[in-house]
Antibody, heavy 123, light 108 residues
Framework: EVQLVQSGAEVKAPGESLKISCKGS????????IGWVRQMPGKGLEWMGI????????KYSPSFQGQVTISGDKSISTAYLQWSSLKASDTALYYC????????????????WGQGTLVTVSS | DIQMTQSPSSLSASVGDRVTITCRAS??????LNWYQQKPGKAPKLLIY???SLQSGVPPRFSGSGSGTDFTLTISSLQPEDFATYYC??????????FGGGTKVEIK
């Protein structure tokens, strides 16, 4: 059974750093891209970026470039999303997702989602 | 960036109704359009990929159509478990892989 299991909820103060994780199982982790999606309270879905664990090729949405870092460790089938200095506006639910990239260069839909990690940034 | 515009933003319907949600891309995305369903407190679920392909396990009352810039998600006979928010997303190679703003389907 394919699963993406994310780390637990976090409560942090503004300015603190944070790294959340997403562990894949039930499939070949290096054959699929892992992305991150933000959902702010009561709002829609925003695509943040994506990583190919096979070679760590990473792409970011311009809205999130420089604001977060996406990384991965294929040896433990885990992808990460990290912040060096959190802001109150980073308060949101963060999902990791799985997708395939076709040989044509396009992406398939996100067929598996993690359960979400709630990040609360408050003083 | 490619902008995705969904309409309506919300709708009220009854069980058994036929429901149609539209999504428009700001430029052609061929058929690289996906639809998701999100219920309160749950992660989204992929319903349709490549505009019209039904994801495994999704009931056939859900269907998708369109290509280029205009797309449609249709629920042929709305069921109680279909009340949720629906999102379109383009997965064309031009990143970012943007989502539409969502359509909330509520009980009339």
């Amino acid at each position: 059974e394919v699963q993406l299991v994310q780390s637990g909820a976090e409560v942090k103060a503004p300015g603190e750093s944070l790294k959340i994780s997403c562990k894949g199982s039930g499939y070949s982790f290096i054959d699929y891209w892992i992305g991150w999606v933000r959902q702010m309270p009561g709002k829609g879905l925003e695509w943040m970026g994506i990583i190919y664990p096979g070679d760590s090729d990473t792409k970011y949405s311009p809205s999130f470039q420089g604001q977060v870092t996406i990384s991965g460790d294929k040896s433990i089938s885990t992808a990460y999303l990290q912040w060096s200095s959190l802001k109150a506006s980073d308060t949101a639910l963060y999902y990791c997702v799985r997708t395939l990239k076709y040989s044509s260069g396009y992406y398939k839909g996100f067929d598996y989602w993690g359960q979400g990690t709630l990040v609360t940034v408050s003083s | 960036d490619i902008q995705m515009t969904q309409s309506p933003s919300s709708l009220s319907a009854s069980v058994g109704d036929r429901v149609t949600i539209t999504c428009r891309a700001s430029q052609s995305i061929s058929n690289y359009l996906n639809w998701y369903q999100q219920k309160p407190g749950k992660a989204p679920k992929l319903l349709i990929y490549a505009a019209s392909s039904l994801q495994s396990g999704v009931p056939p009352r859900f269907s998708g159509s369109g290509s280029g810039t205009d797309f449609t998600l249709t629920i042929s006979s709305l069921q109680p478990e279909d009340f949720a928010t629906y999102y379109c997303q383009q997965s064309y190679s031009t990143l970012p892989l943007t989502f539409g703003g969502g359509t909330k389907v509520e009980i009339k």
